[in-house]
């Protein structure tokens, strides 16, 4: 069922992607998986607030395989509801922490 849902993402069909996150969520409300493709579903259909609300799930998450990429995501969705005082806050972090997205957070500062 993952297989097929991450194709169905791979093909850019968030709403079908979406469905199938939810699905496994209501069985598996913590699915690091699902929280976070959910999250970039969201993300893609331009629902920022619920984007928000997933990639927050998945950093209290215990497993934190999508921790980097999730805080990118959270950054960039509270910059595009203009909430520069949390985006900010959060490229901070990213920053600090010298991940993948340190330099492209860095330039989202300077912006």
Sequence with gaps: YIQQTMEQFRLGNFK??????????????TDVNALFYGGLCYYNLNELN????????VLANSFDNFD???????ANAYDLQHNKTKARE?????????????KQAEKMLRK
Aim: charged share 15%; glycine share 2%; hydrophobic share 45%.
């Design 68 to 74: 980097e990429e999730a805080m990118w995501y959270l």
């Design 50 to 57: 619920q984007a928000i609300d997933a990639f927050n799930q």
């Design 90 to 102: 959060i490229f901070q972090v990213i920053v600090q922490q010298k991940g993948y997205y340190a």
């Design 16 to 29: 079908q992607t979406l469905s199938r996150t939810q699905f496994i969520l209501e069985s598996y409300p």
